[in-house]
């Protein structure tokens, strides 16, 4: 009989093991999934640890099935990363709904943090004796201002070392009925856990500043040659991701035209600067050699997907709606919407600005250029409803430009 009932225990951990592992991987792969959608961000710390509290939590402690009544209660869980010589972070507290935060922004100064050096231990668990003497002896191990935070004595911790980056500490204190090797199990999965999480978010964020850099690098360098472009590439930037907002495209797309604008003219990285430079008209030969540099950017841009925009802006944005534009000669909406808004914004920009060629234009003659019917620049190079929103959105070009003049 006894075997059975132990054998029914040993039973029911490994349930309850096996529940846990599995509740963690669909939690972690569902925070991925975030991750990779969104790229952009780093998950949002407070709410990742809470989720995964309160799913650990919700694994039976003793085998009875998962009830309010069997969770834990009063648990106060300390969450700090390390942010240089500080610790910052956030204290939570269990309650009927699950985990909230009651401390934000909590920063701990002084160092040791703690009488525990968990930099060193990896581990720390604590059951204080409920007499007063070690009570109140337990209370001195404990930084005063964390004892301020959390508004009650101290009566036993567990707590993990995270390692990654960046380095911090989890600490559970205050556990009803003491601390359990369970919930020194629980703890060690949610150290790890968020450890794991927030070293990939912390690459992902690495790997993105990487990326911005190189495409910052690339627009800077087919610069070089052409003179006196001033803050043209970041105008370009500013005035595509304005017309994609006001033409209500998803914010994606804006974000990433705002990015990726400034490479429409990377291939000039192939135009001799005699060309460039030259203070007159090109002659026809010099036109062809110019005219390449589409080309040449949608080769420097290769096949990364990551680059696709990128790519068809460089391609094409001396195409015009008519027809009448190059390299290809594409016509209406063969031409790639991101080619179109950069060609606009780029056009505007070119007239405004002080070229080998020509002299600065006031905003007004420009938008008579953008808008006549007939001469070198003409509105049927444009999509008619691009050229529509423009006109409604004058004024916010000209105040772009004469704020990154
Ligand atoms: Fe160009
Ligand atoms: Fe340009």
């Known amino acids: 009989m006894e075997n059975a009932t132990a054998e029914k225990r040993n039973l029911d951990k490994c349930h309850r093991s ?8 669909d939690l972690t792969d569902h925070t991925l999934e975030g991750l990779c959608e969104k790229c952009s961000e780093l998950p ?16 039976p402690r003793h085998g009875e099935g998962s009830t309010a009544a069997n969770r834990p209660r009063y648990l106060t869980l300390l969450y700090l990363q390390k942010d240089r010589v500080t610790l910052k972070g956030d204290i939570f507290r269990l309650g009927d709904n699950g985990f909230s935060t009651i401390a934000s922004g909590v920063s701990i100064d002084e160092r040791p943090s703690f009488s525990f050096d968990l930099t060193r231990e990896d581990v720390l668990e ?77 690459q992902i964020t690495e790997i993105k500043e990487g990326f911005i850099y190189m495409i910052e690098s690339l627009a800077r360098a087919s610069e070089v040659n052409d003179e006196d472009t001033g803050n043209h590439i970041l105008r370009v930037n500013t005035f595509a991701k304005h017309l994609a907002m006001a033409m209500d495209q998803p914010e994606s797309f804006c974000n990433e035209i705002g990015l990726v604008a400034q490479m429409h003219d990377v291939g000039k990285i192939h135009t001799p600067s005699r060309i460039l430079r030259k203070p007159g008209p090109l002659n026809r030969d010099e036109w062809k ?117």
């Open 289 to 405: 050699e110019m005219e390449q540099h589409t080309l040449q950017g949608e080769k420097i841009l290769g096949n990364a997907p990551r680059l696709t925009m990128a790519r068809q802006i460089a391609c094409a944005h001396h195409e015009n709606y008519d027809g009448t534009g190059y390299p290809k000669g594409l016509k209406g909406n063969q031409i790639p919407l991101e080619a179109q808004i950069v060609k606009l914004a780029d056009v505007y920009d070119a007239l405004r600005s002080h070229r080998p060629y020509k002299d600065p234009m006031p905003h007004d003659a420009a938008l008579r250029i953008i808008f006549s019917i007939d001469g070198h620049i003409q509105a049927a190079h444009f999509n008619p409803v691009l050229l529509d929103l423009f006109r409604r959105e004058v004024r916010a070009f000209e105040e772009i430009y004469e704020k990154l003049g």
């Open 126 to 202: 604590f059951d204080c004796p409920p007499d007063p003497i070690s009570l109140e002896k337990f209370q001195e191990r404990f930084h005063p201002e964390l004892r301020k935070w959390l508004g009650e004595p101290l009566t036993n911790c567990v707590g993990y070392h995270m390692h990654g980056e960046p380095e911090g500490i989890v600490i559970g204190f205050n556990y009803p009925e003491g601390v359990s090797r369970y919930d020194g199990e629980v703890m060690k999965s949610l150290a790890v856990t968020v450890s794991s999480l927030s070293t990939l978010a912390y």
């Open 18 to 25: 096996f529940r846990l592992i599995m509740d963690l991987l």
């Open 44 to 59: 949002d710390q407070k709410l990742m640890i809470t989720r995964i509290l309160d799913q650990l939590l919700s694994v």
